[in-house]
């Protein structure tokens, strides 16, 4: 069964802090993995795919296949990084549904 | 580009009601997923619509129903409201495996 652990319901962190937001997974086969997140106020928004191997804000995550994990990192935490970070994966072959873990929210204090 | 919106924003609900939610789509994209994301929790699928059609369908009973219209909009319906159907329910939309847009959602509740 697909499933996306994220073991965290909340994360508090100071300024300048580092932050890892951890994320396994359980699927059988080659999922895409995702982190979406949203701010305060605001809709679900792609933060980013492990496909793309981009760093977007900062924040950078690696596909671990070994351990079925996608830990979300960033070396320097900032204010405006608070928010709730949702885990997700879907089917490579393109099917479009994804499947979220159930979120850890994110605080970073002054 | 307004992004995939949604109607209505909130609303209230009594048991047994039925309820129809609508999402357009973002501009050029073709496939519109709905999900259902209830207090503390991520977002589950619910079904998803492309080419006027159901296409993939999560673990939800047959009370929920869909459709899509030629202008790749979407409804969705959910009949005998229960109360725990009381959630927010969001509209995504995609084309062809590229980003996962989602709108802001409709929170229902059911009292």
């Known amino acids: 069964a697909q499933r996306v652990t994220q073991p965290e319901k909340l994360l508090s962190v100071f300024k300048g802090a580092p932050v890892e937001l951890k994320c396994n997974y359980s699927?059988?086969?080659?999922?895409?993995l995702f982190w979406y997140v949203q701010y305060s106020r605001q809709r679900l928004q792609l933060l980013l795919r492990?496909?793309s191997r981009e760093s977007i804000k900062g924040f950078t995550a690696d596909l671990n296949k070994g351990e079925t994990s996608f830990h979300l990192k960033k070396p320097f935490a900032q204010e405006e990084d608070s928010a709730m970070y949702y885990c997700a994966l879907s089917d490579q072959g393109g099917s479009e549904k994804l499947v979220f873990g159930k979120g850890t929210k994110l605080t970073v204090n002054p | 580009d307004a992004g995939v919106t949604q109607s209505p924003t909130h609303l209230i609900k009594t048991r047994g009601q039925q309820v129809t939610l609508r999402c357009s789509p973002k501009?050029?994209?073709?496939?519109v997923s709905w999900y259902q994301q209830a207090l503390g929790q991520g977002p589950q699928f619910i079904f998803q619509?492309?080419?006027?059609?159901?296409?993939q369908r999560g673990n939800f009973p047959d009370r929920f129903s869909g459709h899509q219209f030629p202008n790749y909009s979407s409804e969705l319906n959910v009949n005998a409201l229960l109360l725990g159907d009381s959630a927010l329910y969001l509209c995504?939309?995609?084309?062809?495996?590229?980003?996962?847009?989602f709108g802001e959602g409709s929170w229902l509740t059911v009292v």
């Open positions: 619509y492309y080419e006027e059609e159901e296409r």
């Open positions: 492990h496909i």
């Open positions: 995504a939309s995609t084309r062809s495996g590229n980003t996962i847009y």
């Open positions: 699927y059988s086969g080659s999922p895409e």
């Open positions: 501009s050029g994209h073709d496939t």
